[in-house]
């Protein structure tokens, strides 16, 4: 049975959150095309704590040397990877806080990006630990970022590919929801984009390469 993973970020959670509407769209365009199985983990309605001092220790532990202790400290972080290695793809639903991510999704990176478990050091830089696999992230930002000058302040994108990538998750494409607090034309144009990239045949090519390999 093949996976995909479903990550949403936003604070808001009545129904007004755009990265959670075109999340869930993508998810289930996935699912159309593909099939399989959605796990779906809400980092705001269930939100992880912050790696803990327990934590911290014995990440530099290595596996076979742990006290029980010690592996309990990591359990939360080994189901987080254990739901990311078994997926076939993931899609992460991602509004822009202050310039870049909102902290419930950086707890989840702060869970998932262990040394020695999801990557390692190597002369040449770190080296991703996980399978390759096609990954969206939804964003969603008031002003615009894709050109112009917002490009210099977007430090959202540029830090989840470098982040993502370190763990091995180079297959990303970026569905973005941008100029929600303009409103009037400007949204709907971005709105009805978003939706063209969804329908779009370059999208069904890289959803359907999740389940090529
Ligand atoms: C705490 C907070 C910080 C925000 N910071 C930015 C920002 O730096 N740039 C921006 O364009 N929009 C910013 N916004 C607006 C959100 O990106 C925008 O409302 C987006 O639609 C939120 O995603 P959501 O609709 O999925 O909740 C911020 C909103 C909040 C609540």
Redesign the pocket.
Known sequence: MTKILHIDS???TCG??????FSLQVVQRLQDLTGGEIVSRDLVRSALPHVSDAFVEAMFVSAEDRTAEQSLALALSETLIGELESADAVVI????????I?SALKAWLDHIVRARRTFVHTPEGPRGLLRDRPTYIV???????REGL?TK?DFLSPYLTAVLGKIGLHDLRFVQ??G??LGGEALGAALERVEADIASVSFVAHAQSAYAN
Do not use: D, F
């Open positions: 936003s604070s808001q007004t959150s755009y990265s959670r509407k639903g991602c509004p822009m806080y202050n310039y870049s909102p964003t969603s930002s008031g002003g615009l970022y917002g302040v929801v941008e929600v607090a």
